[in-house]
Antibody
Framework: QVQLVQSGAEVKKPGASVKVSCKAS????????ISWVRQAPGQGLEWMGW????????NYAQKLQGRVTMTTDTSTSTAYMELRSLRSDDTAVYYC????????????WGQGTMVTVSS | EIVLTQSPGTLSLSPGERATLSCRAS???????LAWYQQKPGQAPRLLIY???SRATGIPDRFSGSGSGTDFTLTISRLEPEDFAVYYC?????????FGQGTKVEIK
């Protein structure tokens, strides 16, 4: 079945970087772009950006421009999201998601990765 | 950036009742790019509705979506115990996705 499996929880200090992975299975990896969405504790959902798994084109949320980089490794069907210069307000659960059923929405989600930024 | 405002913030209802959730956009949204999600504690969001009114695979028909332009509605015809959760609307426009702040449907 179609599945996105993310890497485990991370604890980072302010100013550090974190790289979260999202391994896809059950479909042709290069057929779908991958979005990243985060959710701070007790808060709503925030779209971070999107990467084409076909050609690596990216589109980042303006708020995160300059701090976020999304990449893919087609040989392992894995997407990555790196966030730099971490601050306490980057503490959140980070999700990867795709619109698998050729629909303009996210119908397949990873299980989420908790990133805690604390000194 | 298009801002989505959901109301009410919290909806207190009993099982079997009808729930009506609102999502208002700061400017017109293409209906093709309006979606609704359900999220339960500790879980990833689950797609309910896409294209403003199409149910995602496996979603019961008690969930329905409607609306156009700047005003969209998610209706749950008869609340089941498993429907108590937080609901988010989402739109795509100007090369970015945005979410509403969410409506919590709680047991009265």
């Amino acid at each position: 079945q179609v599945q996105l499996v993310q890497s485990g929880a991370e604890v980072k200090k302010p100013g550090a970087s974190v790289k979260v992975s999202c391994k896809a299975s059950g479909y042709t990896f290069t057929s779908y772009g991958i979005s990243w969405v985060r959710q701070a504790p007790g808060q709503g959902l925030e779209w971070m950006g999107w990467i084409s798994a076909y050609n690596g084109n990216t589109n980042y949320a303006q708020k995160l421009q300059g701090r976020v980089t999304m990449t893919t490794d087609t040989s392992t069907s894995t997407a990555y999201m790196e966030l730099r210069s971490l601050r306490s307000d980057d503490t959140a659960v980070y999700y990867c998601a795709i619109g698998y059923a050729a629909i303009p929405a996210f119908d397949i989600w990873g299980q989420g990765t908790m990133v805690t930024v604390s000194s | 950036e298009i801002v989505l405002t959901q109301s009410p913030g919290t909806l207190s209802l009993s099982p079997g009742e009808r729930a009506t959730l609102s999502c208002r956009a700061s400017q017109s949204v293409s209906s093709s790019y309006l979606a609704w999600y359900q999220q339960k504690p500790g879980q990833a969001p689950r797609l309910l509705i896409y294209g403003a009114s199409s149910r995602a695979t496996g979603i019961p028909d008690r969930f329905s979506g409607s609306g156009s332009g700047t005003d969209f509605t998610l209706t749950i015809s008869r609340l089941e115990p498993e429907d108590f959760a937080v609901y988010y609307c989402q739109q795509y426009g100007s090369s970015s996705w945005t979410f509403g702040q969410g409506t919590k449907v709680e047991i009265k």
